[in-house]
């Protein structure tokens, strides 16, 4: 059975500072990485794609993929109480099927 | 329309009815796909069509499950002798590109379907 994980959370971080979310997934074969950001009772939204090892930078997000380790996250600077949501980690995996975590809720305490 | 419209946004049925659950996708958009999403979970994978065609349907989870898209656009997912455990939001998605790799996805609002 292949695998996102994510922390349920809640992650609680004070504005203006960092939030950094985490996803672990199982399969190595796995090329696409996608963070979406989903309200209470509203639809996924997505905020950050990435495909390489590495960085990738988007306004105050920041998404980090590491193949090796199978670990990909998602800093959020300058936390605002706006981005209080629950964060979905989805990974295309080696036969193109998206795999979803369960989402991490944040909460920024204004 | 702008974006994925899904409706009716909410559905009450009693157990053992049959619904029928409608997503018209962004204009254009190629993929389509449905999602049925458990309260405090991510979305799980129902099934996906290409234009009309049906490419994957191993998420169904029963055959009470059955989708369609005849011409293309308009999808309908129909759930006959409805349970209990069927309880959700079932999301459709769309995406303008046949580049399974790099596909982003846009999703409607949702249908809640509470079977009582």
């Known amino acids: 059975q292949k695998e996102v994980e994510q922390n349920s959370g809640p992650l609680s971080v004070p504005e203006g500072a960092i939030a950094s979310l985490n996803c672990t997934y199982s399969d190595r074969g796995s090329q696409s990485f996608f963070w979406y950001r989903q309200y209470s009772g509203k639809s996924p939204e997505l905020i950050m794609s990435i495909y390489s090892n590495g960085d990738k930078e988007d306004g105050r997000f920041t998404a980090q993929l590491n193949k090796a380790s199978q670990y990909v996250s998602l800093l959020i600077r300058d936390s605002q109480p706006s981005d209080s949501a629950t964060y979905l980690c989805?990974?295309?995996?080696?036969?193109?099927?998206?795999?979803w975590g369960a989402g991490t809720k944040l909460i920024i305490k204004p | 329309g702008a974006g994925v419209s899904q409706s009716p946004r909410y559905k009450v049925a009693k157990r053992g009815q049959d619904v029928a659950l409608r997503c018209d996708p962004i204009s254009g958009h190629v993929s389509l796909f449905w999602y049925q999403q458990a309260l405090g979970q991510g979305p799980e994978f129902l099934t996906y069509f290409q234009n009309e065609a049906q490419l994957d349907k191993s998420g169904l989870p029963s055959d009470r499950f059955f989708a369609e898209r005849p011409e293309g656009s308009v999808s309908t997912l129909k759930i006959q002798r409805t349970q209990q455990e069927d309880s959700a939001v079932y999301l459709c998605?769309?995406?303008?590109?046949?580049?399974?790799?790099?596909?982003?996805?846009?999703f409607g609002s949702g249908t809640q379907l509470s079977v009582l």
């Open positions: 998605a769309s995406s303008y590109t046949r580049d399974f790799h790099e596909e982003k996805l846009f």
């Open positions: 989805a990974v295309k995996d080696s036969n193109y099927q998206l795999i």
